[in-house]
């Protein structure tokens, strides 16, 4: 479902993403590891179009991203309404949920099916109960953002990317804003899109997360994709020095117990 081949970003001298290559086949969990700064938002940034990258090629769902190919064989950069109705079928969700504050609940959701694709009010509206109904929330459709638990909040934001129908879902730390009490509610959210069927790009640099949710484990360092795999193999046996240091500072870092209520 996304295929990324030799990504490179820089932001001025600094090169942040050098020559990536992974896969995420239809319906897998992929969770991109790593510690603060390895480039994954960006990585992710990249996947939605809030980023140009400088060489390399990305595809979704089989259709080149961000480019399309002339007839002459060269590539052409995609304009801002071609990069628009893309980020369309690529949802993202953020650490900070970016609800609007001054609509209820169900506007929040309600509003990309009406506004951007086009539904009538009833459509939209079916819809979006639909939606909270999935992610637990159908009796605070009436509700304000500021009214609720920031666990709450976030499966609403998770909601309104869902309205939009998309074909890849791609989470950003989203349970690292949460107390450690709130986070189960929203990985139970993020299991339940799995058993769904929907294809996921997770960043995050809790390693618990990646245990719980991916199929797939992409780790991260300077850049780099240092280490590929499934969580069982690579998190109990590490196979770079790297990924083994990274895992031994986690674990000291979080004596005590898993900060994810599972
Ligand atoms: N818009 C930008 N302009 C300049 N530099 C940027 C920009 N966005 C990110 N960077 C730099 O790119 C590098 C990677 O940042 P990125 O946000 O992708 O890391 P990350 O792995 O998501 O880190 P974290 O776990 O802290 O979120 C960092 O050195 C950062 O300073
Ligand atoms: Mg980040």
Redesign the pocket.
């Known amino acids: 479902m996304i295929s990324v081949r030799n990504l490179s970003k820089s932001?001025?001298a600094?090169a942040?993403?050098k020559d990536i290559s992974f896969d995420v086949a239809k319906g897998k969990t992929a969770v991109?590891l790593?510690?603060?700064?390895?480039?994954?938002?960006?990585?992710?940034?990249c996947l939605n179009l809030l980023?140009h990258w400088d060489s390399g090629h990305v595809e979704i769902a089989g259709a080149a991203l961000g480019r399309t190919k002339q007839s002459g064989g060269d590539w052409r950069r995609w304009n801002a309404r071609e990069e628009a109705e893309a980020r369309q079928r690529i949802g993202m969700v953020f650490?900070q949920f970016n609800l609007f504050p001054h609509m209820t609940v169900l506007q929040n959701v309600m509003c990309g099916p009406k506004r951007i694709l086009g539904k009538d009010e009833a459509a939209s509206k079916k819809i979006a109960l639909a939606l909270l109904d999935q992610v637990g929330l159908a009796e605070k459709q009436g509700a304000y953002p500021a009214f609720l638990s920031g666990g709450q909040q976030q499966r609403v934001a998770i909601a309104r990317a869902l309205a939009m129908e998309p074909t890849v879902l791609l989470l950003?730390?989203i349970t690292s804003a949460l107390d450690p009490e709130l986070v189960g509610e929203v990985l139970e959210v993020v299991r339940d899109l799995k058993r769904r069927g929907l294809t996921m790009v997770c960043?995050?640099?809790e390693i618990h997360f990646a245990e719980d949710v991916a199929d797939q484990v992409i780790f991260?360092e300077d850049?780099l994709v240092v280490e590929e795999g499934p969580p069982e193999s690579i998190l109990a046996n590490p196979g770079t020095e790297r990924l083994r240091k990274f895992l031994t500072r986690f674990h000291a870092q979080n004596r005590g117990g898993s900060r994810v209520a599972a």
């Open positions: 932001f001025g600094n942040v993403l991109l790593g510690k603060s700064g390895s480039g994954k938002s960006t990585m992710l940034r980023e650490q950003d730390e960043v995050t640099h991260m850049g």
